[in-house]
């Protein structure tokens, strides 16, 4: 069985929705399960409502303007009057119940109960469409497969209950699911993270054995460096799994870091390729170690935060107060990226995912003088060669402030303003 995976940007209009049909049929669909995630912005659309939410403004009007959105996609794919709209009101009508009735306070369970329809409606207006244009597939409800702890809006899955639900699947059908969603043991809806789609993929591909497991982007496949910050860039034709997970360990936003994992211990290849091209054969990341990955490659995470602590007494950093600090640092889940340390200071580049750095640095202000730097960026270049250094990220650097650097035998990275 094989998996294909679309993003947001893949579904964001009717136009998209007619080509995934279009690919489909070019590449094949048969004994295929596909994860869709939710169309276009609607995620950052739904975040806003929440934020709202908490704000004690109004949200109606926002979650309509959502509604009107799909409702618009609708319009263009369906004939009048179509069943898809009576589900589709039902699912806005449900957020709108919710967010009246909901007495529980928590932001994180809130979140994952509204941003989450997102999926459940994007993958029924595809799936009703491809049933009406004849290509016929099941649509499963994420939540009966995958099944999580409680931990909203980064959820653990309990791989025992997981497998052995994905497994009752049958595997000579057409299925569409959603990404990024769960269920915990009270059948409320989970989130995985951010990206989370991609990981989806990758439980069912380790669930289902798969043969092979597809993410379908707008890039021809993985890249050496991001298009976003740099005009020159080369196709990786294959990676092993170890390279994979290096960038993305460091913000290489093509591949979410949890996706590997279950790939890597299934040995299942996974294929980025384009959606918009899908001849096009893309990136294969598998076991296989392919030499080409010494080329170097530049990463670039936005909106970092640089936080650099100092003992109050001016004496010198000892391994318990690097204890403390990283207990504090795991607790609150805070995710750090670069680390450097001297005798008398520490300092870590984090991303506050969660919004609990201001917890973190009320907790350990009382023993140390602590200086944060907001928006900061984390330029990484894996494979680092001075000699090879190519001119034009030299040039990158040479027009912005360098706030610090680190620089090892094959990775260089620095923190800039």
Same mark, same amino acid.
């Given at each position: 069985?094989?998996?294909?995976?679309?993003?947001g940007?893949?579904?964001?209009n009717?136009?998209?929705?007619?080509?995934?049909?279009?690919?489909?049929?070019?590449?094949?669909?048969?004994?295929?399960?596909?994860?869709?995630?939710?169309?276009?912005?609607?995620?950052?659309?739904?975040?806003?409502?929440?934020?709202?939410?908490?704000?004690?403004?109004?949200?109606?009007i926002?979650?309509?303007e959502?509604?009107?959105?799909?409702?618009?996609?609708?319009?263009?794919?369906?004939?009048?009057?179509?069943?898809?709209?009576?589900?589709?009101?039902?699912?806005?009508?449900?957020?709108?119940?919710?967010?009246k009735k909901?007495?529980?306070?928590?932001?994180?369970?809130?979140?994952d109960?509204?941003?989450g329809?997102?999926?459940?409606?994007?993958?029924?207006?595809?799936s009703?469409?491809?049933?009406?244009?004849?290509?016929k597939?099941?649509?499963?409800?994420?939540?009966?497969?995958i099944?999580?702890?409680?931990?909203?809006?980064?959820?653990?899955?309990?791989?025992?209950?997981?497998?052995?639900?994905?497994?009752?699947?049958?595997?000579?059908?057409?299925?569409?699911?959603?990404?990024?969603?769960?269920?915990?043991y009270?059948?409320?809806?989970?989130?995985?993270?951010?990206?989370?789609?991609?990981?989806?993929?990758s439980?069912?591909?380790?669930?289902?054995?798969?043969?092979?497991?597809?993410?379908?982007?707008?890039?021809?496949?993985?890249?050496?460096?991001?298009?976003?910050?740099?005009?020159?860039n080369?196709?990786?034709?294959?990676?092993?799994?170890?390279?994979?997970?290096?960038?993305?360990? #460091?913000?290489?936003?093509?591949? !979410?870091?949890?996706?590997?994992h279950? *790939? +890597? &211990?299934?040995? %299942?290849? @996974?294929?980025?390729?384009?959606?918009?091209?899908?001849?096009?054969k893309?990136?294969?990341?598998?076991?296989k170690?392919?030499?080409?990955?010494?080329?170097?490659?530049?990463?670039?995470?936005?909106?970092?935060?640089?936080?650099?602590?100092?003992?109050?007494?001016?004496?010198?950093?000892?391994?318990?107060?690097?204890?403390?600090?990283?207990?504090?640092?795991?607790?609150?889940?805070?995710?750090?990226?670069?680390?450097?340390?001297?005798?008398?200071?520490?300092?870590?580049c984090?991303?506050?995912?969660?919004?609990?750095l201001?917890?973190?640095?009320?907790?350990?202000?009382?023993d140390?003088?602590?200086?944060?730097?907001?928006?900061?960026?984390?330029?990484?270049?894996?494979? #680092?060669?001075?000699?090879?250094? !190519?001119?034009?990220?030299?040039?990158? *650097? +040479? &027009?912005?402030? %360098?706030i @610090?650097?680190?620089?090892?035998?094959?990775?260089?990275q620095?923190i800039?303003?």
């Amino acid at each position: 069985m094989k998996i294909y995976k679309f993003g947001g940007s893949s579904v964001k209009n009717s136009k998209r929705v007619k080509k995934l049909y279009n690919l489909l049929k070019e590449v094949g669909h048969k004994k295929t399960l596909i994860v869709i995630s939710a169309i276009g912005n609607t995620t950052n659309k739904l975040e806003k409502v929440v934020n709202k939410y908490f704000l004690k403004k109004n949200t109606e009007i926002k979650i309509s303007e959502i509604e009107g959105n799909h409702l618009k996609m609708i319009n263009d794919l369906f004939p009048y009057n179509h069943k898809i709209n009576i589900y589709i009101k039902k699912i806005f009508n449900g957020i709108k119940y919710f967010l009246k009735k909901n007495k529980y306070r928590k932001y994180n369970f809130i979140y994952d109960q509204v941003v989450g329809s997102g999926e459940l409606i994007s993958t029924k207006l595809i799936s009703e469409y491809l049933n009406f244009i004849g290509m016929k597939n099941i649509w499963l409800d994420c939540r009966n497969y995958i099944k999580t702890d409680n931990s909203y809006c980064e959820a653990h899955v309990n791989w025992t209950k997981t497998n052995k639900k994905i497994k009752q699947l049958k595997k000579n059908y057409l299925y569409i699911t959603q990404g990024f969603i769960g269920a915990d043991y009270n059948y409320f809806t989970t989130t995985l993270g951010r990206e989370g789609s991609d990981y989806t993929a990758s439980i069912f591909s380790y669930c289902l054995k798969a043969e092979s497991q597809t993410t379908w982007k707008d890039v021809s496949g993985i890249l050496n460096a991001d298009p976003r910050f740099f005009l020159k860039n080369n196709l990786l034709n294959s990676l092993s799994y170890d390279e994979a997970l290096e960038l993305s360990y #460091y913000g290489a936003s093509v591949i !979410h870091t949890k996706t590997l994992h279950p *790939l +890597k &211990k299934k040995q %299942i290849p @996974l294929y980025v390729r384009s959606f918009i091209y899908p001849k096009k054969k893309g990136t294969l990341v598998s076991k296989k170690i392919n030499k080409e990955i010494i080329k170097p490659c530049f990463i670039v995470k936005t909106n970092q935060k640089l936080i650099s602590f100092y003992m109050k007494n001016f004496s010198f950093f000892i391994e318990t107060n690097i204890r403390d600090i990283f207990t504090i640092i795991s607790k609150y889940k805070i995710k750090v990226f670069l680390i450097q340390s001297s005798s008398i200071s520490l300092s870590i580049c984090v991303e506050d995912k969660f919004n609990n750095l201001n917890i973190l640095i009320n907790k350990l202000k009382s023993d140390f003088i602590i200086k944060l730097l907001n928006n900061v960026y984390l330029y990484t270049i894996l494979h #680092y060669n001075v000699n090879n250094f !190519h001119l034009n990220f030299n040039f990158f *650097l +040479k &027009k912005i402030k %360098i706030i @610090l650097r680190q620089i090892n035998s094959d990775t260089a990275q620095w923190i800039i303003k």
